[in-house]
């Protein structure tokens, strides 16, 4: 399935200043029984996002009206647990096409790159710049430039992305393509060993 | 130039080859599937028109999402008995191995490799679940992957990964009495924090690691993916080839021979270079609990929960979020603490060591009035055995019950679930918010602790018992 080609972003934010969110916040386990990627948006955050009873809660920011946009600004070590790709699927799938934060999981980021959605590393600092800032503060992603820029304050900061990775979100490659065409080098690979 | 990590050894063993600042193509010798992350994956297959390219290579069995009393019936919940079904179709559809509900074999995919002899050292193995960094006891890179990448690997039997770096704990020294291999991977844990060990692979070493069993290696390894690391590995040894021997999946005859000769080369060179490395004393560990909503939040069991000016600043909201939902105030005492749950089992502590030790230790005890307790066998060769073992008579005698293999309340997909606000002792691995349940508040423990508590219906230390 190919994934969505990344262009250059400018968005409002959700803000989410909670460190160590895992995966079974993004997602709760209750909701990983679907055969397919769809519908998991509705559930993401879950727990933190309805009541029991299933209404809104009013004071969790996917809630509030007043914020919009295709980033989520989380706090640090974000997605963190779980492998489940339910959980990259959830934000994929409420909207998010960058998530930012000090610091990501190791595999929550490899799904998330595998579904189209960038993970951004930025510092503490600008970190806090971003929670301080109102619901109309914008961020720009440039994928290309591997840039974040804070239109509040403008600063801008540099973020890490392998240039393999790179090029796949921006023309909307997916890994599995990539090893179905060396399929000859992994059989040679196989001869090799036997 | 310098030697090599045992890590190093087996990537690059499998490397099949790397692409110029991206991630390597890696081959995976052993690729296990359940239910849960694997349905997407298939379909990603059928949609493609292929099938699993290496089938032999492969080995599914559902337990995420299995109830664990009377499986002989279809499951009740239409939505996972849909997932279980689509696992069986799927098996059937690539002719993959399958320990299909109520099969001998079946369990949780965890405990099911190793005991089978599926799990061998040097291998590369992958599922679609973190906590297959339990199979890096047998001296194996073993990781957990997204559904992606299990659809990668059926495809084409291999993974693009990045390099991880390398970490080594070095833990000397011997365990007191009452201190077990979840006690001390849980203290390592609360020392790392849960994202210390992000970006690498752990290698356990020292003579605290050596001395564990096989089992208590599985429990180490399993919970590396805690304190954030890829993945945790500890060299083979006598007792590995002792564990593997035999066993219906090991290497056989010649075969044998041959294997084992290629484990003995499996070991750090004496001039490795790790990128990190720590060292801890066998003798500081006490029994182990968390007080808090992830695995770092462990203290031993006669502290007190760190008070809020010992919590970094920026961090400090975060932790009061958490002590809020456990319900527990910064300083107060763990010990004596009201408990309603006990859940022993799970990849981490449902081995057939770890129902002995919680049956030998409430031996001629009763449970405790108002204490719910479930006894859950990581695989059906585990219950048959503490069956075998008279264990569950021992279990039933005290007042409680082995249920059938699964998952179960570890992160409660299935019926088990633990209610709002109950606290429940859990052998398992994660005590995020509502992981056993929406609102259930979970104390990590070692099944020795877990005994204490069911007992007692307190937070108790094992070695006052």
Redesign the interface.
């Known amino acids: ?1 190919p994934i969505d080609k990344f262009v250059t972003l400018e968005s409002t934010y959700y803000p989410l ?4 969110v ?1 995966t ?2 993004i997602i ?3 909701f ?6 769809e519908g998991f948006g509705d559930n993401l955050f879950a ?1 933190w996002r309805y009541n ?1 009873d299933g209404t809104p809660k009013a004071d969790f920011v996917l809630n509030k009206p007043e914020y919009t946009g295709s980033v989520l600004v989380a ?3 974000f997605g ?7 959980a ?1 699927w959830a934000v994929h799938g409420f909207g998010f096409k960058v998530v930012v934060s000090s ?5 929550f980021k ?2 998330s790159l ?2 189209g959605v960038l993970p951004v590393v930025i510092s ?1 600092g600008f970190l ?1 710049d971003l929670f301080a800032a109102g619901a109309d503060n914008k961020v720009v992603v440039n994928l290309e430039e591997q840039t974040i820029t804070n239109t509040a304050n403008g600063k801008t900061e540099s973020f890490e992305i ?4 790179k090029n796949c979100l921006l023309n909307g490659f997916d ?2 393509d ?3 065409s ?2 000859d ?2 059989e040679t ?2 001869n090799g ?1 036997a | 130039m310098a030697g090599k990590t045992l890590f190093d050894k087996i990537w690059d ?1 499998h490397e ?2 790397t ?5 390597s ?1 890696l ?1 995976i010798d052993r690729h296990l599937v359940h239910e ?2 694997s ?2 994956a298939f ?2 297959l059928k ?2 028109g ?1 099938k699993v ?1 290496r089938p032999q290579n492969t080995f599914a069995t559902p337990d ?2 299995i109830p664990t009393i009377n499986q002989h019936l279809p499951i009740a ?1 239409e ?2 008995r ?2 279980v079904d ?1 696992l069986t179709k799927n098996c059937e559809e690539n002719n993959v191995t399958l320990f299909g509900l109520g099969h001998p074999k079946n369990g949780v995919v965890h405990v099911v490799g190793p005991e089978n002899g599926i799990t061998q050292p040097g291998m590369t193995i992958v599922c ?3 906590h ?1 960094s339990t199979h890096g006891a047998f001296g194996s890179i073993a990781f ?6 299990v ?2 690997v059926l ?4 993974i ?1 990964q ?1 390099r ?1 770096k390398t970490m080594k704990i070095n833990i000397e020294g011997e365990l007191e009495e009452g201190v077990t291999a979840k006690d001390l991977v849980l203290y390592v844990i609360s020392k790392l924090t ?2 210390g060990g ?2 690498y692979f752990v290698e356990f070493a020292g003579s605290a690691i050596r001395n564990l069993s096989m089992e208590g290696r599985m429990t180490v390894c399993n919970m590396s993916i805690e304190m ?1 690391a ?1 993945g945790g590995l500890i060299a083979p040894d006598e007792k590995t080839i002792e564990y593997v021997k035999g066993r219906e999946y090991a290497p056989q005859g010649a075969d044998w021979d041959t294997a084992v000769a290629k484990w003995k080369e499996l070991y750090t060179d004496a001039d490795a270079v790790f990128d990190k490395e720590y060292n801890f004393a066998a003798a500081d560990i006490e029994p182990m609990i968390t007080y808090g909503t ?1 695995p770092g939040m462990g203290i031993g069991i006669t502290q007190n929960i760190p008070a809020l000016e010992t919590v970094e600043e ?2 400090q ?2 932790y009061l ?1 958490s002590l809020e939902y456990m319900g527990y105030a910064p300083g107060e005492a763990m010990i004596g603490k009201k408990i309603d749950w006990v859940f022993v089992g799970s990849c981490t502590n449902g081995r057939i060591e770890d129902i002995r030790a919680f049956a030998n230790a409430v031996k001629g005890k009763k449970k405790a009035e108002g204490v719910t307790a479930w006894i859950v066998p990581g695989s059906h060769q585990v219950e048959d055995q503490a069956i075998a073992e008279g264990l569950k008579d021992i279990l039933e005698e005290a007042g409680f019950e082995l249920r059938q293999p699964g998952c179960s309340a570890c ?3 299935n019926d088990d679930k633990v209610p ?1 606000g109950k606290y429940s002792v859990s052998t398992s691995n ?1 005590n ?4 056993q349940g ?2 259930a508040r979970t104390l990590l423990a070692s099944p020795l602790t877990a005994a204490a508590c069911a007992v007692t219906g307190v937070i108790t230390d094992p070695r006052t018992l």
């Open positions: 399935m200043p909670i460190e160590n895992d079974d916040q709760p386990a209750r990983l029984k679907a055969t397919t990627k727990d029991s706090g640090k070590n963190s647990g779980s492998s489940r790709e339910h990259a610091f990501f999981a190791d595999i490899n799904n595998n579904n503490e806090a392998n240039s393999y990775k890994d599995i990539y090893l179905i060396v399929k080098e992994i690979y196989e060993r | 063993m099949v080859k692409i110029e600042d991206g991630p193509v081959y849960v992350t349905p997407q379909a990603g949609d493609r292929i390219f995420h999402n919940d939505v996972s849909f997932q689509t679609g679940d973190s297959t957990g992957i997204g559904t992606s990448e659809e990668m495809s084409t039997q291999c693009m990045p991880p849960t994202g992000t970006g954030g890829r992830n920026s961090s909201t975060t979020k992160l409660a997909m709002a994660r995020f918010e509502g992981r929406p609102g």
